[in-house]
């Protein structure tokens, strides 16, 4: 586990470190969660998690696994710095053409790290949540450079 990871499962806002606050409760549906959407939720009963959902072959974002469950397909996005992550969402966000894991592989676990794509069982999500990010409000890498 990296520093970032440590300080978010730590309890570290990381809304407040990307400087967003819109988030609603949606369903655990496949018809709630598409490629490019951020989502957050905790995990058999864990931290709660902050991911970019990406398309997949087997499904635009939710797929059915070989025993049958749903699983959603994402990156963490608290791997890295949130200024960094903040410019992928500037670039990703809700742009569900780019947000295949096929076109951001290799870029994005370059950003956020090898073992920074994930598969969650959609069955043990809990207290999912979208965010409803704001572009204009995202932190820049400048603005870290500001902090030191």
Request: charged residues 25%; neutral net charge; contains cysteine.
């Amino acid at each position: 586990m990296n520093k970032y990871e440590n300080l978010y499962e730590k309890g570290k806002d990381y809304l407040e470190d990307i400087n967003q606050d819109q988030i609603s409760l949606i369903p655990k549906s496949s018809g709630y969660i598409s490629p490019g959407d951020v989502i957050s939720f905790t995990y058999e009963g864990g931290p709660r998690v902050f991911v970019f959902v990406v398309k997949v072959k087997r499904g635009h974002g939710i797929f059915l696994s070989g025993r049958g469950n749903l699983l959603v397909a994402c990156f963490k996005l608290t791997t890295t710095a949130p200024q960094i992550s903040a410019n992928v969402l500037k670039t990703l966000y809700k742009n569900r053409r780019a947000a295949s894991y096929a076109n951001v592989q290799r870029g994005l676990e370059a950003i956020f790290g090898p073992n920074s794509f994930r598969t969650y069982n959609l069955s043990k999500v809990g207290n999912l949540v979208e965010v409803s990010v704001d572009i204009k409000r995202l932190p820049s890498i400048e603005d870290e450079e500001e902090e030191e």
